[in-house]
């Protein structure tokens, strides 16, 4: 078997995003981590009572304040004098970050602990059977935003999360996506370097929420980010640095394969808003190659 | 109060996921493999093993048969077999 600190038998489903990334981060920390997780898939399906899949300490938080445990645990562990070779991992997903995670997350952003925040976007709170959060993307379909005849989808737009995050004038926020897995683990090697608060936001595909093949996984996510709709991009110091994208595509390539976007297909008027948010990325984090 | 519960390190292993499979399963080939290591970052199980070119092997126990390790391939050397029951 191959060595990793995150083990099999767990119970995510077939092709599941997050298991993925959570394997590639963890085992780019390494053994001297300590992990507080928040509510969420990531923590229901590698911690099935009385089993884990994790090989390193690894708390549960609540829903809302693994950022807030992660904080004390680091606290605790300056004051003991043993911080020093010590990584501290703060993860959720995204409705675990963006809304109901959102406030202990600025804390611990703001008090400047040297902690590591990943977060798992797999766009909605699947766990629960897919609804919205505040990192669904425009006119998705999750269950409560159903489309029909009086809707059209999640009205509201992504939230900009690593932006938000960067505000707090942290040392480093980026964000990285499992159609890029070599880019994850630099990028998590790369925070772990530096010293004090991290946001990693990692796109990580969910074949039951957004209904696409299980086998559909890597491609799926290269797609997003290669027609501009989910940027790769890190802040070092505030400072922008984008993943360049070669060949610019059209957001169709990446809304075909997935049944939460069957709806735009027909409807020209929807495709050219979906493709105005990829040219808006574009520009706005200075994608083009 | 309740206090803290602690679980053995990877004791998840307990748990056979391969039972969950259903349709097909990867098939490593092993002719054309250059040891890129995809087939190994993209696995969700972890499973998957090997140090050189065409000695890559999946543990079936764990494998859920997703096929993303065949979709990622560069030289198309894994291929989604039918799952036949018994085997």
């Known amino acids: 078997m191959a060595e990793t600190l995150f083990k099999p038998g767990h119970t995510a489903c077939a092709g599941c995003g997050q298991a993925i990334a959570a394997r590639l981060v963890i085992d780019a920390a390494g053994k001297n981590t300590i992990i507080a997780n928040n509510t969420g898939c990531l923590e229901v399906f590698s911690t099935k009572y009385p089993e884990s899949a994790w090989c390193v300490p690894w708390i549960h938080s609540l829903f809302e304040n693994c950022s807030a445990v992660a904080s004390g645990v680091e606290s605790g562990l300056k004051f003991l004098g043993k911080k020093e070779g010590v990584n501290v991992i703060a993860q959720a997903g995204d409705g675990g970050t963006a809304d109901i995670g959102l406030q202990a997350l600025s804390g611990m952003l703001e008090r400047g602990h040297d902690v590591l925040f990943v977060c798992y976007d797999n766009e909605a709170y699947m766990n629960t059977g897919i609804q919205r959060s505040g990192l669904t993307p425009t006119t998705s379909n999750t269950t409560t935003t159903p489309t029909g005849s009086a809707s059209f989808g999640n009205p509201r737009p992504k939230k900009p999360m690593p932006d938000i995050a960067a505000a707090h004038g942290i040392p480093y926020a980026a964000t990285a996506s499992v159609g890029y897995p070599q880019d994850i683990q630099k990028k998590v090697k790369k925070a772990l370097g530096i010293k004090g608060p991290k946001y990693l936001q990692i796109h990580v595909p969910c074949p039951l929420g957004w209904r696409h093949e299980s086998s559909l996984t890597p491609e799926v996510a290269k797609l997003a980010v290669e027609t501009g709709l989910y940027p790769i991009f890190e802040y070092e110091n505030g400072q922008l640095i984008p993943r360049k994208i070669a060949t610019l595509k059209p957001v169709e390539e990446y809304l075909k394969l997935q049944g939460r976007f069957k709806h735009l297909l027909k409807d020209p008027k929807a495709l050219k808003e979906i493709q105005a948010v990829a040219d808006y990325n574009v520009k706005k984090y200075g994608l083009s190659a | ?87």
């Open chain 2, 1 to 87: 109060m309740i206090g803290h519960l602690t679980s053995k390190p990877g004791s998840s292993r307990a748990n056979k996921t391969g039972s969950w499979r259903t349709e097909a399963k990867p098939k490593f080939l092993k002719k054309n493999c250059i040891a890129c290591r995809m087939c190994v970052y993209i696995c969700p199980e972890g499973i998957i093993s090997g140090e050189g070119k065409n000695t890559f092997t999946c543990d079936l126990d764990y494998c859920k048969g997703c096929g993303s390790c065949a979709a990622i391939c560069p030289k198309k050397d894994i291929e989604m077999i039918p799952e036949v029951e018994g085997q």
